[in-house]
């Protein structure tokens, strides 16, 4: 380590910045049809096979403390989170990452993708490749950038580019956990892509946790 990191790394222990934690659980709500919803029609011929939402079962959500935070440790550029091209898909679906962080965009099929974006966050086009390389792409404005193959009709995923690195995805059951915030107020949003986006006040404590929870429903949306 250099002089000037044992420096940096001295004046962290002698003032060691209060962290605290944010929990909680994020679930989706759909809107109730008047009536039941027609339940009766969808065992019809014409509507057997349309497939229908399961709010129940939605995955992809993302919390994050939506602003900078000065005290932020910078992102670190040695390690890049991947979006893998398997099977004819992106996996993951949705991958969030920090403002200036750097994807990887490995092929690990055996055939020729093209992935390409035309967000306005962020776009770019890496042309036809297989396994020969693994191109990277800085992500270096906050917003959503929608990924696609220009071969294959069925490859989208999401790169949510955040403004801090203090988020997380919530697991299975809807429960997430963000670690190591520092002390202080912070907007909280919570995120998935069929849904819109809640945004909530919290005071983060010195230590210890403090709990948030969120329910993203249409209900929200303006009525017209």
Known sequence: MSRRGILFALIALAHPVSAGTIVGTVRAQGAKAPGGGGDDAYASRKYKFVERVDYDR???????????????APVATSVNPAVVQRDANFEPHVLPVAVGTGVKWPNADDIYHNVFSMSDTKDFNLGLYGKEKVPVIVFDKV?????????????HCIILVLPSPYFAMADARGHYVIKGVPAGSYRVKAWQERMPSQVKEVVVPPDGEVRMDFVLGLADLPKS
């Open 143 to 155: 917003g959503r950038v929608d990924v696609f193959c220009g071969i294959h009709t069925k490859m």
């Open 58 to 72: 939605l995955q992809d959500f993302v919390i994050s403390i939506d602003q900078a935070v000065a005290s932020a």
